[in-house]
């Protein structure tokens, strides 16, 4: 037992002794070099961020915080280490280096370390959390640790007592278990929690308006920088002594905060200028605003003098002017108030003794509440009247006169404190246009929605339709209501935050004017929504509008014109911004443009509205609202890529690159929504692809035979309708009857269902497709499909009833009786009775589908002759005898047999 403790005795004393045999000096190396390649990197980090992305512009901030941290670390380790352990206390412990007493420092060192974790841990998600952000502000962890590292380095390199060096490279030995043991957390941290700590987020634009004024000449859109000169001409060529008010006045969000920055700038620059910039809004009551206003002119003046008995002569003056007992110095009074003139004399003494002139800019005047904004009038008027000073006011005057009546003071009462009104001069209607709309290409700069534009890579071609569109309407609506650039930034951030959303699934134009009804017309966007049945007919209600209409257009008109000017009367009350918001809803539904005079029938249909996504579609009209697709539906935007792909693939195309994505949205469950789409933008496809995607759908129609069998007639098939569509618009004419007979061809067997469907939708009486009913023989699309059913179901016997009863009728009908074709009908016949012999329980199916009213009299229904033509009245007697219940497995069937055998038995159907 004894020769354990021995062992591990042996053990560490075999760790520790080397450690206590090496020299200071190496170590000493080793930390100059470290900390002047720590130097080394800080320099290249501060001068070259762009090189190094978030962690260069973070060390560019914080490169003077970064520097004192290593020279404060470093150099206070230096200073204090030996005398540190030049004390009784550390010679003791570290002339005695013990192995026993060097593990249990170790021991106790991790323990400390293991109860830490789980705080670690949590630092560590907290500190990656601030450092997501786009500007991290300074970690004090960082700055922690860069004061730690350089301490430890300057007691490396700091001179140490003889006794006291083999103990202090094990003590840098912990040091180093340390910093493992801080980084093994770092890492674990970053790989257990990377994906919650930091969720994937939806790109951002990129592309938001700040509500902020502009601080530099660059930034001026609205061509002001000759204004601020000239205003800053007039102020420093002012002839008066005494103090000066000047207002800026402009309507809220024109630019007045700008202006002063401009201003600012513009002095800042100058060394016979006192600047002092004032903002009133900060302060809640007269006492803090007086109080604010001089703590802000000491600031100024401090700034470039010494004024030791500045700021006793301010508060003095101050509390003068303030009889709160708030203001007084702990709560109490002590003796009279000395003359207000005499001091602000003193102060004004310093004003003076500067040569300066002492220019004081106030913004936000017209944000203050009524009591607020005469405190300040009173501050500026009556104790702030120090010479050499320049007061500039920066407010809206109407607000500014609408507050001071609510103090019983009436528009003269401004008159009395400013001296000089100086009018902002408003935007031009051309710098908005300029802003928001009009790019100019030769000097390289870009309007916002261009800019908007290329981040959200839209082509070239749905810009020309926007930009033809909005030409025409933005000149004399847009510019009615965006008047000032808050507006214009207002309006374009609600675009930029929402158009990513739908980019691909809206018109562009619709959704500008949508926003326009949003941003400006709140109360009518809601009417929009909550009425969009008046606006935009939906399903069966399109089929009675449009009844409606025909029959009452004037009443209908009438109506619709009577609700509309009813709404905009009381939810828009200006007239101007009235006749906006009339244009916006003319031109985004048709409904409000015929009641206000338009064409009953203009350039746009139903069909073309869905294709270009407009909100006039009623597919369409809740993306404006919702910001998104539909929710089962494949996106506008896929089936348009796709069209792009295929065309881009140009004679490279094959069958099968169509049938992989046919089989795809398959899988997917979104194929009956890709056929839809490919019909709505099928105008988007190239001509010489048709042949190759008509084939393909053809060849395919397998995958959408659920979608084919559902009914008896199955001529709504979406499938169909697209290769007849493509067909008839895109296919030239000199081939039209060739294509349609390799598309007849390309079905397979099992799916001619489907070929007898396509011929039937051609017939003449029936189709929509005028130059297919022009250009194609039917009866040759009649003859091909009759020889390969023939093919099929009689030469290689074909399983018929493999279909549901309403397909295999369906084709049964056609063939044998609407083709009219000679002998189909016999050899249809002779088709059915084989087949009945096989599966007579088909005889009964055929029996309720051919007569689903209860019998009656038989020889008074069309389908009694039909049904006679292609099934003999005695092979259905006779099945019935031969088979029994198994050809007629239900009653209502079994009537109807029976009601045959009757007809026969009189022989009714002989003299017929």
Not at 93 to 102: A, I, Q
Not at 207 to 235: M, N, Y
Not at 460 to 480: I, L, Y
Not at 547 to 565: D, G, H, N, P
């Amino acid at each position: 037992m004894s020769s354990h403790p021995t062992f591990i005795s042996h053990a560490l004393r075999s760790l520790i002794e080397p450690l206590l045999e090496m020299d200071h000096v190496p170590f000493r190396l080793l930390s100059l070099t470290i900390a002047s390649l720590g130097l080394i990197l800080l320099g290249v980090l501060s001068w070259l961020p762009n090189h190094f992305g978030k962690l260069g512009e973070y060390t560019r901030q914080n490169r003077r915080s970064f520097l004192v941290s290593m020279m404060l670390g470093f150099g206070l380790s230096l200073f204090t280490t030996p005398l540190l352990l030049r004390t009784r206390a550390a010679e003791y412990v570290l002339s005695k280096p013990d192995p026993g007493f060097f593990w249990g420092t170790f021991v106790v060192l991790n323990g400390l370390l293991v109860a830490s974790w789980p705080n670690l841990i949590k630092f560590w998600e907290r500190s990656r959390r601030t450092w997501s952000f786009q500007r991290p502000p300074a970690q004090y962890s960082h700055l922690g640790a860069t004061f730690i590292l350089y301490g430890i380095l300057g007691a490396l390199v700091a001179p140490f007592p003889p006794s006291a060096s083999p103990a202090t490279k094990v003590f840098a030995f912990a040091g180093l278990d340390v910093a493992l043991w801080i980084g093994i957390s770092w890492i674990i941290s970053r790989r257990s929690n990377l994906g919650r700590i930091l969720p994937t987020k939806r790109p951002a634009t990129g592309f938001i308006f700040p509500d902020e004024p502009i601080s530099d000449e660059s930034q001026d859109l609205l061509h002001r920088t000759g204004f601020v000169k000239e205003l800053a001409e007039l102020i420093y060529k002012l002839p008066f002594l005494e103090s000066f008010v000047i207002s800026l006045n402009a309507p809220w969000g024109s630019g007045k905060t700008s202006i002063l920055r401009l201003l600012s700038k513009q002095f800042k620059g100058d060394s016979d200028i006192l600047l002092m910039e004032f903002e009133p809004w900060y302060y809640a009551s007269e006492d803090a605003l007086i109080g604010g206003f001089y703590a802000a002119v000491e600031r100024t003046l401090r700034e470039k003098y010494l004024l030791y008995d500045l700021k006793r002569q301010l508060s003095r003056f101050v509390g003068v002017l303030s009889l709160s007992p708030r203001s007084w110095p702990f709560g109490f009074k002590f003796g009279m108030h000395q003359d207000p003139d005499y001091i602000r004399t003193q102060i004004e003494s310093f004003v003076e003794q500067t040569g300066s002139r002492f220019i004081v800019l106030i913004d936000d005047v017209d944000r203050l509440h009524s009591k607020e904004l005469l405190a300040l009038f009173k501050l500026v008027r009556l104790s702030a009247r120090f010479k050499h000073t320049v007061f500039l006011l920066a407010f809206d005057q109407a607000v500014v006169v609408k507050a001071l009546r609510k103090e019983a003071l009436q528009s003269d009462f401004l008159d009395k404190v400013v001296q000089m009104q100086v009018e902002l001069p408003p935007p031009t209607e051309e710098d908005i246009e300029n802003f928001l709309w009009s790019s100019d290409l030769d000097s390289g700069r870009l309007c916002v929605i261009h800019r908007l534009f290329d981040l959200l890579e839209i082509d070239s071609e749905k810009r020309q339709r926007f930009e033809d569109e909005m030409v025409r309407f933005s000149a004399n609506s847009f510019s009615r209501i965006i008047r000032t650039m808050r507006q214009a930034k207002r309006y374009m951030n609600a675009l930029a935050a929402t158009l990513p959303l739908v980019v691909g699934q809206v018109d562009l134009f619709d959704f500008c004017l949508v926003t326009a009804l949003r941003v400006f017309f709140p109360g009518v966007y809601r009417d929009v929504w909550d009425c969009r049945y008046f606006y935009v007919a939906f399903s069966e209600r399109r089929i009675v509008r449009a009844l409606e209409f025909s029959v009452q257009s004037e009443k209908y008109r009438a109506q619709t014109k009577e609700r509309t000017e009813k709404l905009l009367s009381s939810e828009v009350p200006d007239l101007q911004r009235r006749e906006v918001a009339l244009d916006i809803l003319k031109m985004l539904f048709s409904a409000i443009e015929r009641a206000f005079g338009g064409p009953l029938a203009g350039n746009r249909s139903e069909e073309t509205d869905r294709e270009e996504k407009r909100i006039d579609s009623p597919e369409c009209f809740d993306r404006y609202f919702l910001f998104r697709g539909e929710s089962n539906e494949i996106a506008d935007s896929q089936i348009e890529i796709l069209v792009e792909e295929w065309n881009a693939a140009g004679a490279a195309l094959t069958e099968e690159d169509i049938a992989s994505s046919l089989r795809r949205a398959k899988e997917q469950g979104q194929l009956a929504s890709m056929l839809r789409k490919l019909l709505i933008f099928m105008r988007q496809i190239a001509p010489e692809n048709v042949r190759i995607l008509v084939t393909a759908i053809a060849r395919s129609a397998e995958l959408y035979s659920d979608l084919s069998e559902r009914d008896l007639w199955p001529q709504d098939d979406v499938s169909q309708v697209l290769i007849l569509r493509l067909l008839d618009r895109l296919a030239p004419l000199d081939r039209l009857q060739e294509l349609f007979l390799e598309i007849l061809d390309a079905i397979e067997n099992t799916q001619l269902h489907f070929a007898v469907s396509l011929v039937f939708m051609c017939e003449p009486r029936r189709s929509r497709f005028d130059r297919i009913g022009r250009y194609v023989n039917i009866s040759k699309l009649r003859e091909r499909v009759a020889a390969r059913l023939e093919e099929f179901y009689i030469t290689r016997n074909g399983d018929l009833f493999s279909h549901t009863t309403s397909v295999w009728l369906f084709i049964v009908l056609q063939w044998g009786l609407y083709f009219d074709l000679p002998d189909a009908t016999k050899k249809v016949a002779h088709l059915l009775q084989r087949k009945f012999e096989e599966k007579p329980e088909c005889l009964g199916m055929m029996l309720i589908k051919f007569f689903p009213a209860p019998p009656g009299d038989f020889r008074l229904d069309e389908s009694f002759t039909q049904f006679f033509k292609l099934v003999d009245p005695m092979t259905v007697c006779s099945l019935v005898e031969k088979f029994g219940d198994k050809a007629c497995p239900d009653e209502r069937s079994r009537e109807i047999a029976s009601r045959i055998r009757d007809i026969v038995t009189r022989e009714d159907v002989r003299s017929r």
